[in-house]
Structure formats: C-alpha cells, structure tokens
C-alpha cells in the first residue's frame, strides 16, 4: 500500500495511468488473438465500403439453433474489412469481435440466418474462411469455405462441411469480459484525472 500511495503522492499518477493502459492494450491484443502472417495493411479504417473491396452472401441453416458465429480468415494476405459482416436477415444481431481476420458475431437464437462478409480490396476475390457456429458454449458446426474469383458456385469454390481446422471454444472468439472491464476502468480514471486538471 505504501509504495502506492508514494506512486500516487510523487507524480506518479501519469505513470500509474501509463501501466493501465499498457496492461489494457497488452490484454486486447491477446484477445483480438492477432497473428502478424494474416495482418494486412489495405484496409482504409473509418471509410465504411472500401474502394475495391467486396462481398459475400452467407447463410446458416439445418444446424438446429444457434446464437454465435465466427468467421476467421485462414488465407494468408486477405482481411476484412470493418465492419465485417453486415445485413443481417434477423434482427438484434451484432458484431461481437471486428479484426482484420477474425469477425464473430452473435443475437437471439435462430436456426437460420443470412448475412454478408466485407473483404478488403482483393482484386482476385479469392480466400478461404473457417467457420465456427455455436448454441450457448456448445460448438455446433464447424466448416472450411474456399472462394474462388468470387464466385459461391461449386466449383470452383468448396465447402468441407464438420472441418477440423480450426476449433474454438467462445471464448476464443469472444472479447473476455476482464478487457472490457479494465477499459472501461481506464476511461473513467483518465476523464476523472482530466476533470482535476492532472493530466
């Protein structure tokens, strides 16, 4: 307590303020679970529909109910673009997790649903993305989706349905509620230091 309070008396609130928000940004990047081979630096962030970018239609259906969705990229090179799933056929749906890779997303139970991905400029429309759907905790179905030129014919593109690449738990795709907390605890102390004229 002692060395706190020394911290907090001898100007060391900016850096009290310097490590929170270090350990905020350190926990984010281990829930956004980035890999630096799929980062791709072509999404123009705050323009809603890229220049060049492009769309697919997606449904889910015949899997009984579900009420989360997640969509990581598995190609090397290709992203999303922000946000990366959008009209969606139920209402009360959401983004849930926005990275260049993953994109989860989550609403009411429903045992269908359509919407659509947003892929960052990619001029051969190519990528192949590995889903995971899941009801509560329970993963339901997985499935490898490979696109080619753009086109949701078969062929040329493909579908491995009950794929085993890529398993995750929800909470793998799901911000941890500890992240969300701990940001919300540093705004708060950054608008109160900022109210008291200390930063």
Same mark, same amino acid.
Do not use: H
């Given at each position: 307590?002692?060395? $706190?309070?020394?911290?907090?008396? /001898?100007? =060391?609130?900016?850096? *009290?303020?310097?490590?929170?928000?270090?350990?905020?940004?350190?926990?984010?990047?281990?829930?956004?679970?980035?890999?630096?081979?799929?980062?791709?630096?072509?999404?123009?962030?705050?323009?809603?529909?890229?220049?060049?970018?492009?769309? $697919?239609?997606?449904?889910?259906? /015949?899997? =009984?109910?579900?009420? *989360?969705?997640a969509g990581k990229i598995a190609s090397a090179g290709d992203t999303y673009e922000s946000p990366a799933a959008r009209n969606f056929s139920k209402s009360g749906w959401h983004m849930v997790t926005d990275s260049l890779t993953l994109g989860s997303f989550s609403g009411p139970s429903a045992n269908s649903l359509s919407w659509r991905m947003y892929f960052a400029n990619d001029n051969d429309k190519n990528v192949t993305i590995d889903w995971a759907i899941f009801s509560g905790q329970t993963r339901v179905w997985t499935s490898r989706y490979t696109i080619v030129n753009g086109s949701s014919s078969f062929p040329p593109s493909m579908?491995?349905?009950?794929?085993?690449?890529?398993?995750?738990?929800?909470?793998?795709?799901?911000?941890?509620?500890?992240?969300?907390?701990?940001?919300?605890?540093?705004?708060?102390?950054v608008g109160w230091l900022r109210r008291r004229r200390t930063l």
């Open positions: 307590m002692s060395a $706190l309070a020394t911290l907090l008396t /001898g100007g =060391g609130v900016k850096k *009290l303020i310097t490590i929170c928000v270090a350990v905020f940004l350190l926990s984010n990047m281990a829930v956004a679970n980035f890999d630096d081979d799929y980062i791709d630096i072509t999404m123009t962030f705050g323009d809603p529909v890229d220049e060049g970018s492009w769309y $697919l239609p997606v449904s889910a259906s /015949g899997i =009984g109910f579900f009420d *989360l969705v579908y491995e349905p009950r794929s085993q690449y890529w398993l995750p738990t929800r909470a793998d795709v799901v911000p941890a509620p500890g992240a969300i907390l701990l940001g919300g605890i540093g705004v708060g102390l």
